[in-house]
């Protein structure tokens, strides 16, 4: 298949060219595009075989669910069962935004879509783009990241072009995405709610506007699982080719083990990068992903990357880096 792909301006879109893109959606068809988070791989969430083809061009196992995207609060009413009162404080806040919310799933919603899970996550993007092509959808997208399965999310459409080029329809290069790490994933189902991935929209935020939540193990320890509640959150993501150690500690004892680590790696005949632990979480996460991705075009065998706090953004980076790390060392 041949893959199309259309530039448009991020922050003036022309309306002209996402109806054609809503006209592939609406086709059944993929198309990737822009969020605020990273680059989505879109299809009509009410349409099994458009979603089988989603799995298909990532390789993603049937049994890691996506996410909903809808541009109306009034959408979400028909796909879920109830909106708990917490769900509706956040809306309001939050969406449009990158934060998806768990919800009891209705019966329109296919069941390849959640993975066989009575429950589906759903967000509404706040990227320009990303709403305009849903709304001429008249339908919800569901979208994973689009990178191929296991690949770092794409913050670039050169990145997409780079693992789906000739699988899917269209890619709709929108610029660079300004988080750069995927959205927060809260599951509302539960009392309080509980944090399953964190993301742009910070623990300290949801909790200013709804009291204390739950954090779920697997978003802080990736070694501590002690229940799974969506399958995808177990399997190793957002990994680059090379071997990713990450060091937790004060920053000395980091530069010390990491300069020592390199030159027996650099003995050994490996090719050694460091990832630049910035002091700006938001540019630390907004370029988190393209740096892997760079390591790895460049044929590096090690990344050593020192932690941050795990405050604000820091929780979001951390869990990331961490499910990157091959080597996890406490200095
Ligand atoms: O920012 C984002 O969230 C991006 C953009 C495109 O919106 N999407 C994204 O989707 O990152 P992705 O590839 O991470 O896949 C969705 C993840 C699953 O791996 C799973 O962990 C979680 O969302 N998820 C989806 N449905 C769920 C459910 N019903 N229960 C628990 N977790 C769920
Ligand atoms: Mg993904």
Known sequence: MKTKILKLTPNNPQKLKIQEAAKIINLGGLVAFPTETVYGLGANAFNEKAIAKIFLAKERPADDPLIVHISETTALEKI???IPDCAQKLI????????????????????????GLDTVAIRMPSNKIALQLIKLSGIPIAAPSANLFGKPSPTIAQHVINDLDGKIDLIIDGGPTDIGVESTILDVTT????????????LEMIE????KIEIHPLTIDKSSIIEIKAPGMSYKHYAPLAKVI??????NAVMRIGKQLAREYNLSGKKVGFLKNKKDLYRFAKTLFKSFRKFDQDHFDVIIVGGVP?????????NRLRRAATEIIKV
């Open 80 to 82: 879920v069962l109830e």
């Open 92 to 115: 309001k806040q939050f969406w449009p935004g990158p934060l998806s919310l768990i919800f009891k799933k209705g019966s329109l919603i296919p069941t390849n879509v959640t993975a």
């Open 191 to 202: 009392t309080p709610p509980t944090l399953l991935r964190p993301g742009g929209i910070t």
């Open 208 to 211: 200013k506007v709804i009291g």
């Open 246 to 251: 990450l060091l937790e500690g004060n920053t």
């Open 310 to 318: 795990e405050t604000g953004l820091g929780l979001a980076i951390m």
